[in-house]
Every structure is written in structure tokens, then in C-alpha cells.
């Protein structure tokens, strides 16, 4: 029996069953699974994923039977980035592609901001917006056999807005960022720990294992102070957070050049994909 002006714990029932793209597996001890669920297009991020990601991330700020949260891919990749079908619309209709920018950087936010531990378990290749979802998570693991695609926006002659903010943001050194940025290097899982990308390497294998452990230890701890502990330690990027509206804008920008018309074709030739190919 409560007491008159006691606190009454909350705990909200949350029904996540209304997601196509994601995959959601809720544990008893209020660990989250999300696993990004386009294994036909490697998770690359259309408007419905992304609108899906954004929607989440405010379920899961307003349940407090949700302690920690982890998100992982299907199939081969964690995701490649912007859906190479969406960038073409981008190329052809700025003011559509300036709207999926306000969007993707509302997910990046409610993702810095989510009053939660956020995991991330990069199961495979990884690049582009898809990196940007997995580097603003609170701790990364990464499978030793993936890889990391910098800067892919380059390859298309675009911005890699992404990249470009929030490498330095969270304290890579420039001479690295701009060593690998420039080129669009592709590193594996190694490299990516050594220059502070990356919080865990481990074996494909165990990925989701060790992940899921670490999860469920988090799951054990303080709640608020789990909370308070990560907006402490993410000062630095929300200080930074200005600067991710104007890469994105510039992006959302570059990709109206002509140049990126041409970089999408030689893109297309490179992966096989013709406009309308569902890759199933």
C-alpha cells in the first residue's frame, strides 16, 4: 500500500510488435535487442527504417522496463548507409533530399540523447549514415571480420557528414581522420579499435555473445546513475552537436551535383545494382 505523495514506480507496457524493419527481442531483465532488418539490401537506411529508428528511440526513452539497449544487423552488414535508390532521388530533388537530412540527424540526436545505454554490435561491413547510427551508440563491438568503409560518401562525390563530424568529436586525431577520411579507407575491425573507433573487438562468433553479456551486466546497475554516467561522458559531442546541422545541410547539398550523378553510376557498376533491382 502506497503512502499519500509517495513515488509510485513506473513501469510501462510498451508493444514494439508494429515494426517491418526491425527485429525487436525484449529480455526479462529489460536488455532491448533491435536488429536492423533489410538483409536484402545489406540494412541500408531508406525513409521507412529511418523512420522506424527515430520512432523507437522515443518508445524506448518513455519505458522504464527497458534498461539497455543493443542494435545489431541482419544478415551480413550492420548497414551500408543511405540506400543507393534514395541517394538518386537525392541527386534529382534537393528539397527531398534536405528533409531525409532534418531526419537522419533527429535519429542521430535520439540516439546521443536516449536516457539508456545504446549497444552496438557491428556484425558486418559498415559505412556511411550506417556507420553514423553505430558511432553514436555508447559502446561499439565489432566482429573482427567486418569492415569499415570511411568517408564512402566521397566515392559518390559527396560530403561524408557523418564522418566528418564525429570522428573528431570523438577524439580522433586529425592527422588520422583526415589520413583515412581522405581516401575512404576501408579498415578492419584492428585498425578501427586502434584509432578509438571502437570500444570491443571479438570473433563474429561470439559478437552477440559478448555484446548481450555485457548488456545484461549494464542491465544490473543503476538505472538513473547509468543515465547520468553517459551524459556526463558524451559532453564533448553534445557540446559538438551544433556542427552536425551544418555537415548535414552541406551533405544534404552535395548531393545535388552533377558530379554525384556520376559517381552513383560508376557506384552502380561497381555493386551490380541497377535503379529499381530489389537485390532478393
Known sequence: MH???EKIPLEIQVDYSGYSNIVIELHDDGVL?????RPERLNALDADLLAEISQL???LADDTAVKVVVITGAGQAFSVGGDID????FNEDLEQSVESSVHYTTVLRRLMDLNKPV???VNGDILGGGLGLALMC???FMAREARLMCASQLQINALPAPDVFLWPALGVSAAKAKYHLFQSSIIDAAEADQIGLVSAVTDAASLM???LDYAHQLATRDPLMLSWTKRAVSYNLRSASPLLDEWLALEALSFGRD???DGLTNMRKVIGREPGDDHR
Open 3 to 5: 503512502t499519500q505523495g
Open 33 to 37: 535487442l533491435a536488429t536492423l532488418n
Open 57 to 59: 528511440c522515443l518508445m
Open 86 to 89: 534514395l541517394i538518386g532521388q
Open 119 to 121: 549497444i552496438a554490435a
Open 138 to 140: 555508447d559502446v561499439i
Open 209 to 211: 555473445e559478448e555484446a
Open 259 to 261: 558530379s554525384v550523378k
